[in-house]
């Protein structure tokens, strides 16, 4: 039996709209990163950047599960003694939720090239309106690719 490997210049690119409204943002983010990396294609091949155009729409609607809005927290370090800045989640639901979505989808990312390169076909939102109409984008539903 033959296998089917995609090669770089075969590679047809369509874009998706994802709805976070009302959904944990874990679960978008997940489905935004299997899109981008093309895990739901039949000839995905996991050396080949073979992924789609996602955006992602309401993230201001997406919600986090549990505590986490009060527990978890955004940390980043300047590399100076005394460096370390957090920032609760609730905060940046608040102020930006396109940065916590995006950085959802870059966590559950591979820390490669290919998959830096991916992140690049990423628009995310907060509100409803995207300005993507003229690429003419069919809406996904959550849990539509897979392999269930």
Same mark, same amino acid.
């Given at each position: 039996?033959? *296998?089917?490997?995609?090669?770089? =210049?075969?590679?047809?690119?369509?874009? &998706? +709209?994802? =709805?976070?409204? /009302? *959904?944990?943002?874990?679960? *978008?983010?997940?489905?935004?990163? !299997?899109?981008?990396? /093309?895990?739901?294609?039949?000839?995905?091949?996991?050396?080949?950047?073979?992924?789609?155009?996602? +955006?992602?729409?309401?993230?201001?609607?997406?919600?986090?599960?549990?505590?986490?809005?009060?527990?978890?927290? &955004?940390?980043?370090?300047? /590399?100076?003694? /005394?460096?370390?800045?957090?920032?609760? &989640?609730?905060? +940046?639901?608040?102020?930006?939720?396109? #940065?916590?979505?995006?950085?959802?989808?870059?966590?559950?990312?591979?820390? !490669?090239?290919? =998959?830096?390169?991916?992140?690049?076909?990423?628009?995310? #939102?907060?509100?409803?309106?995207?300005?993507?109409?003229?690429?003419?984008?069919?809406?996904?539903?959550? %849990?539509? %690719?897979?392999?269930?």
């Amino acid at each position: 039996m033959s *296998t089917t490997l995609a090669r770089k =210049d075969t590679v047809v690119r369509n874009w &998706y +709209i994802l =709805d976070a409204a /009302g *959904t944990p943002l874990g679960r *978008t983010a997940t489905e935004a990163a !299997n899109i981008l990396r /093309g895990k739901h294609k039949v000839d995905y091949t996991p050396n080949v950047d073979c992924g789609d155009h996602v +955006i992602v729409i309401n993230c201001a609607d997406a919600v986090l599960t549990g505590n986490k809005l009060e527990q978890k927290y &955004y940390r980043r370090h300047s /590399g100076w003694v /005394g460096g370390l800045k957090e920032t609760k &989640y609730k905060r +940046i639901m608040e102020v930006h939720p396109e #940065f916590a979505m995006t950085q959802a989808v870059k966590g559950m990312m591979a820390k !490669n090239s290919r =998959d830096r390169g991916a992140l690049k076909r990423l628009r995310v #939102f907060r509100g409803a309106e995207h300005t993507h109409e003229a690429q003419k984008p069919v809406t996904w539903a959550q %849990g539509q %690719g897979g392999n269930e």
